[in-house]
């Protein structure tokens, strides 16, 4: 399943052109493996992903070919769509024909470390130290870690700058300032608040920061946190300060009614930046997402891929894939890889860093440090837990059930009762 934070064709061009090359050739990168003499006669290694979109896959190809370079090897990169990934995986798990490097979207992780098919990282020595918890968690099946990611993204609030001061409303920080603003940010042609609430794990995705920082939990879903949380959003819809059409927007169909100005504020993630710094006559910002109550600090969900190194025949072929995977999880190659991807470094140290050089990811960078995995408390369970999510969401929105019956009928999903 392809990440809600991983939209079907990424961002633009790099800031930095050329400039991860020339991070990838200083000493270090691909360091922290071991490297006998039995994986020098390696000389090429195989890694698949699913970054088929321009200019996103040349631009993994480049690292991976720097990445390689340190390591000593050529990398033969395949990609093929995100939707064809897992089949295709698991298919060469029972043919045992895995490439010697794999890039998977966090969620899945679980399911294919299940397998045995993948290998934990800690037998290469690969250092996975300086991560956020929440970002080692992704990567971490049965107390081991299998894979790491170079960055992760979640999301956050955006508001227009100008609606917001011609209206004389601060940005909103808790949900009854939320409430309050988008009301008096809603007129004729204009909402004041945009989700996406379609009936797909993007939806659920872009509940999980209200469901978890209000204490809600993906192991109980029909609790009276998790109806607060979703009685939030009924409430934007019927006040008529959020459109009913959020029901079937994508998040970027969100943006797109951002950057329209039909909205004057709404939840997305920074791989909207790009697109949005190209109109210079629209004044955005970025907030962390409003909090139940004042002094809270909001939960949201990690979106991002992880790399791994699957199980295969020849332990040198093992080795050398664990020196790329180091590489790319090199702190100068996450900065760079950052900021041409408007990612958040997966090093907390790094990300500081970042967030200095870059103002507009600020906010992410300050949610990426208590957020969560979204599989890390149910594991290969999560994608029911997310389609009973996504099922309430639209039950409670339509008026078709109250959020509390509408979430009942979610944990029957989530348990397949």
Sequence with gaps: MISPARPPARRTAALLSGAIA????TTGCGGGTGSGSATSKVTSITALDYYTDEPEHSQWGEILTACGKAAGVKVEQTSVPGASLIPKVLQQASSRTLPDLLMLDNPDL??????????????????????????????????????????????????????????????PRTWDELKTAAAKLTRPGRYGMAVDANATFEGSWQFLPFLWSNGGDEK?????????????????????????????????????????????????????????????????GVAPIPVP??????VTPLGGE????PQSLSKARQEKAA??????????????????????????????????????MAAFVKSVEAARSRTSQL????????????????????????????LRHAQQIATGD
């Design 323 to 360: 020196q790329v995977l180091a590489c790319l999880n090199d702190s100068s190659s996450m900065l760079a890889l950052a900021k041409q991807h408007f990612t958040v470094p997966s090093r907390s140290t790094v990300a500081s860093e970042y967030a200095e050089q870059v103002p507009s």
């Design 220 to 284: 109980q879903l029909d609790t009276p946190q998790a109806a607060q949380a979703l009685q939030l959003w009924v409430d934007l819809v019927k006040s008529g300060s959020m459109s009913k059409s959020v029901l079937n927007w994508t998040q970027a169909d969100v943006h797109d009614q951002f950057a329209a100005g039909k909205t004057a504020m709404m939840i997305n993630g920074p791989w909207r930046i790009p697109a949005l710094d190209k109109d210079k006559n629209l004044h955005w």
């Design 293 to 298: 109550k004042t002094g809270q600090t909001p």
């Design 306 to 309: 992880v790399w791994t190194v």
């Design 110 to 171: 679980q399911q294919i470390a299940q397998t045995g098919a993948l290998t934990p990282l800690n037998q290469y020595g690969v250092d996975s130290s300086g991560f956020a918890n929440g970002i080692l968690s992704a990567g971490t099946y049965k107390g081991k870690v299998y894979g790491l990611a170079p960055y992760v993204s979640t999301v956050a609030l955006f508001y227009n700058k100008d609606m917001l001061a011609k209206a004389g409303v601060a940005v």
């Design 22 to 25: 020339l991070v990838l050739t």
């Design 379 to 406: 594991g290969v369970k999560w994608p029911k837990a997310a389609t009973g999510i996504y099922t309430a969401i639209q039950s409670a929105l339509t008026g078709e059930q109250t959020p509390e019956e509408a």
